[in-house]
Structure formats: structure tokens, C-alpha cells
């Protein structure tokens, strides 16, 4: 089974293709999948042939199935609990916040308001969770 850097659970077209746009121009990678909303999500690895990702950065609010579902899935299934989460929202509510990480995740970011700081935080996403950060994922 083949690993790729990132795999992104976005809703917002907008910020989908921004994500994608930052990933390629910045050199960061082009080895990411984006998938659109959490039951696109659960539908990706409930296939036992799905490509694993390094890390998931993966929205809250989103149609159908949110993060926080899509979340505690992910820890619960033998095959993808140690892939490290990323939350990633606009939410700053310590509810959400405290939810994310009794739920299992690894990181919780906010979203940026600017397209420089978004840039960076990407960098430092990338840097951090993909080419630093080891795990038995990837070994």
C-alpha cells in the first residue's frame, strides 16, 4: 500500500482548491488527496485498498458527516488510528476544542484570515507533520 503526504477533508470548494493552489505553487507537495465533505471521508477508508496518508487535516463543519464523526471513526478502526489528525476550523469554541482532542486528535488548528498567514501555516503543517514527524505509519 503506497502512503501519500497529506490527505484533506474540506467542504468549502473555495478553501479546497486554496489548499491545493498553496500545496503546488509553495512546493510542498503534490502527493495529497482532498476529499469533500466526512461521509466522502468514511467512504475512503472503508475501502481496504485506500491509499494511507502521512496526516489528515480534517475539517469540523461540514455536511452529512461532520469532523468530529469522521474523527472518532478513524480512532476506533485498527487500520487508521495512529495516522495523525490535524483539526482544522474556524471554531475557537474551547467545546470544540476539548471535543477534538478527547476524540483523538493530534493537533487543532484555526483557520487563517489572510492568504500569507494561511501560506505559512501550510509550510509549517507540511514541514512539521510530513517531513519531520515520525510515526509507525510511515516507517
Not at 31 to 48: I, P, R, V
Not at 81 to 105: N, R, T
Amino acid at each position: 500500500m503506497d502512503n501519500i503526504d497529506l490527505l484533506f477533508v474540506e467542504d468549502s470548494i473555495n478553501d479546497g482548491h486554496l489548499i491545493k493552489r498553496i500545496l503546488r505553487k509553495e512546493n510542498l507537495t503534490d502527493n495529497f488527496t482532498w476529499l469533500k465533505d466526512g461521509e466522502e471521508a468514511l467512504n475512503y477508508f472503508s475501502n481496504q485498498d485506500s491509499t494511507i496518508p502521512k496526516v489528515i487535516l480534517l475539517d469540523i463543519k461540514m455536511p452529512k458527516v461532520n469532523g468530529f464523526e469522521v474523527l472518532e471513526q478513524l480512532k476506533s478502526d485498527s487500520r487508521t488510528k495512529d495516522i495523525p489528525v490535524v483539526m482544522y476550523s474556524s471554531s475557537v469554541e474551547e467545546s470544540d476544542i476539548k471535543k477534538a482532542y478527547a476524540l483523538g486528535a493530534n493537533s487543532y488548528l484555526k483557520k487563517p484570515e489572510t492568504l500569507n498567514d494561511m501560506k505559512d501555516l501550510f509550510k509549517q503543517i507540511f514541514q512539521y507533520w510530513v517531513m519531520f514527524n515520525k510515526n509507525i505509519i510511515n516507517e
